[in-house]
T-cell receptor
């Protein structure tokens, strides 16, 4: 069975600072995909960044980047230059063959002005 | 613009009543999903469907039922057998194209409450 663990239920960061959210997963699959989603207070799920497991290069999307460690089964999200609009729940997600998705329990991030 | 429409936004259920949550997508996606979200528990999969007229149970299917008669539609019925239905329900879809990182697209959700 696949599991996704987010060990930080809540985090906070000062505006303009950098924060890293952790995610680990457990799988026996060799080919899979990883995602980070953001859920602001509006509760809309927004894709932040994605990573293919067969790619060694870490994905980057503007202020968001990941540190993908396949051997360690770790997929952390780094947010640089944090902005007030980054305040949200962040979910790590794993997708395997058959388009089955598995989500972590989320990390609530608060950006402090 | 293409997207996923969930309705209603808010829904109230009386004891012993079945209610149906609507999910429609115009993204031409093959796979559709229903999730339940409770505080502190993230998203839990209720049912998913890869193609029309076929669907599979997720982790918490008891007390729920679905149908997939059309590619665009994947309604979820919360039956009276679901004893604790109060939650936020999210519908999602994705193309059934393996080999590419196809993320899930989500609707805006339905908040279901017990009267």
């Amino acid at each position: 069975a696949q599991t996704v663990t987010q060990s930080q239920p809540e985090m906070s960061v000062q505006e303009a600072e950098t924060v890293t959210l952790s995610c680990t997963y457990d799988t026996s699959e060799s080919n899979y995909y990883l995602f980070w989603y953001k859920q602001p207070p509006s509760r809309q799920m927004i894709l932040v960044i994605r990573q293919e497991a067969y790619k060694q290069q870490n994905a980057t999307e503007n202020r968001f980047s990941v540190n993908f460690q396949k051997a360690a089964k770790s997929f952390s999200l780094k947010i640089s230059d944090s902005q007030l609009g980054d305040t949200a729940m962040y979910f790590c997600a794993f997708m395997k063959t058959g388009n089955q998705f598995y989500f972590g329990t989320g990390t609530s991030l608060t950006v402090i002005p | 613009d293409g997207g996923i429409t969930q309705s209603p936004k808010y829904l109230f259920r009386k004891e012993g009543q079945n209610v149906t949550l609507s999910c429609e997508q115009n993204l031409n996606h093959d796979a559709m999903y229903w999730y339940r979200q409770d505080p502190g528990q993230g998203l839990r999969l209720i049912y998913y469907s890869q193609i029309v007229n076929d669907f599979q149970k997720g982790d918490i299917a008891e007390g729920y039922s679905v149908s997939r008669e059309k590619k665009e539609s994947f309604p979820l019925t919360v039956t009276s057998a679901q004893k604790n239905p109060t939650a936020f329900y999210l519908c999602a879809s994705t193309p059934r194209v393996w080999g590419k990182s196809q993320p899930q697209h989500f609707g805006d959700g339905t908040r279901l409450s017990i009267l």
